[in-house]
């Protein structure tokens, strides 16, 4: 084996590693935008939005990413959008993350009891202020676990991206291999950045879910137990 | 130009044979690892534990495309060239495998500690404690979530395309690739993955339903 080649490429690969992380951090907060506002849509406004939001879940969480971004790359330009491969990734990931975000979210705000609505409505709040004072954080900071590795699975998933020949870490990796022939080496070196990266994201998003909710959630539990031991 | 029409639409239903297939493969050989990584992460001897805890977290945090190019390049590199479908059946494979021992992990931890107390005390081996006492507890509380899994897995052979093996996905491209009308042949394309799907998502919803019922009593 042949390391050598592979890392006179290394500016290629650093390159893809920071695109990877501009797309997934992008995917992570647009994404996460968009599941709230399609939860506070179902919440909040009639049954027909309700139907709607639950139909555009289902789809995007019942066909594969890789159908997703063909229909978004190939099949928008036909409609006369045409937009980049790093456009199109973008928003795949984005609408992708969005549902699944929607659907983890949504399980957050249905576990907080319903007495935290009445109460909030008593209060003389409206239903969107109840949603965005009361509800809307310790469902988040409920969900928090759940939410990060889907972030997590989203940033591995941005190597499909490179089947429209995007050139984030995945897509470098591919043209590195064409100028060195050295398959195997260059997908070791990659698959372990993608490794580093995953364990980074997690800790991260660990760390996040302390600052962001530190008296609600479970997390704050285990700092706890771990300070008590 | 071709257009696209019935023996294209056929092409594409053919290849969602394969796609059936290759999970269907994939599943077995997985389930089969990862059985044995599940069993192996809850074992006495903290180094088998320790092995399989980390084969877990390395192959969950890695894309399934590596797992599929690690894989193909790897076997070739130790001289074992294999036809597209069985290294895609391996790849996958082993991508499930880690999926489905933390899945199953968890199934088996949250069966009463009791449980394992009391088979102990009639004397059985271990082997026999998980035999009789513990998996049948335990294959009724992972039903939900490896169902749920395998919906992830049907989506997830949609990857192999790349190493030229032609499934749904592949055929896809093949045919956009020939008649240049993307939106009907990927509709096509997703409405199959769907019909696949969306039924499996169902299911998997309804058993947490009827399991949670049943655990209230």
């Not at chain 2, 989506?155 to 956009?176: H, M, P």
């Amino acid at each position: 084996m042949q390391f050598d080649p592979v890392l006179a490429e290394s500016d290629l690969i650093l390159k893809g590693i920071w695109l990877t992380i501009v797309l997934s951090a992008s995917a992570i907060v647009l994404g996460c935008t968009l599941a709230v506002l399609l939860v506070a849509l179902r919440t909040l406004a009639g049954r027909w939005a309700g139907i709607v939001v639950d139909a555009y879940v289902e789809l995007m969480r019942n066909t594969p990413f890789l159908i997703q971004l063909f229909m978004i790359f190939f099949g928008l330009p036909l409609l006369g959008i045409r937009m980049s491969g790093v456009e199109a990734a973008l928003l795949t990931m984005t609408l992708n993350l969005g549902a699944y975000s929607t659907e983890i979210i949504r399980a957050g705000v249905e576990s907080i009891h319903k007495s935290q609505f009445e109460a909030g409505v008593s209060l003389a709040m409206t239903r969107r202020q109840v949603f965005q004072y009361v509800v809307l954080q310790p469902a988040f900071a409920r969900v928090w676990p759940a939410l990060s590795s889907q972030f997590v699975l989203m940033m591995l998933a941005s190597s499909i991206c490179s089947f429209i020949s995007v050139q984030e870490l995945s897509g470098a990796a591919a043209i590195v291999e064409q100028r060195t022939f050295r398959s195997f080496e260059t997908y070791i070196i990659v698959t372990v950045v993608y490794l580093v990266m995953a364990l980074s994201l997690k800790v991260f998003l660990l760390w996040l879910g302390r600052k962001l909710f530190p008296q609600v959630s479970g997390l704050s539990r285990l700092d706890a137990k771990a300070e008590a031991a | 130009m071709q257009t696209f029409g019935w023996p294209e639409a056929m092409f594409i239903f053919r290849a969602a044979g394969w796609t059936l297939l290759l999970t269907a493969i994939s599943f077995a050989i997985g389930s089969l690892i990862g059985g044995a990584f599940a069993i192996m992460r809850l074992s006495r001897i903290k180094l088998v534990r320790n092995f399989a805890a980390g084969y877990i977290l390395v192959i969950q945090s890695i894309p399934v495309l590596m797992v599929l190019f690690m894989s193909y390049y790897g076997l070739s590199i130790i001289g074992i060239e294999l036809p597209p479908f069985f290294a895609a059946s391996a790849s996958l494979a082993v991508y499930v495998s880690a999926y489905l021992a933390e899945i199953w992990r968890g199934s088996i931890e949250s069966v009463p500690y009791q449980q394992w107390e009391a088979s102990a005390s009639l004397a059985h081996s271990p082997a026999q404690t998980y035999r009789y006492v513990i998996l049948p507890q335990a294959i009724r509380i992972s039903l939900p979530p490896t169902v749920g899994f395998l919906v992830q897995l049907v989506k997830n052979t949609s990857i192999v395309s790349v190493v030229g093996f032609v499934e749904l996905s592949r055929a896809g491209q093949l045919v956009n690739n020939a008649t240049f009308q993307a939106f009907q042949v990927f509709s096509l394309v997703a409405v199959i993955y769907f019909a696949i799907c969306f039924p499996l998502s169902r299911l998997s919803r309804h058993l947490e339903k009827v399991m949670n019922a049943s655990r209230s009593h």
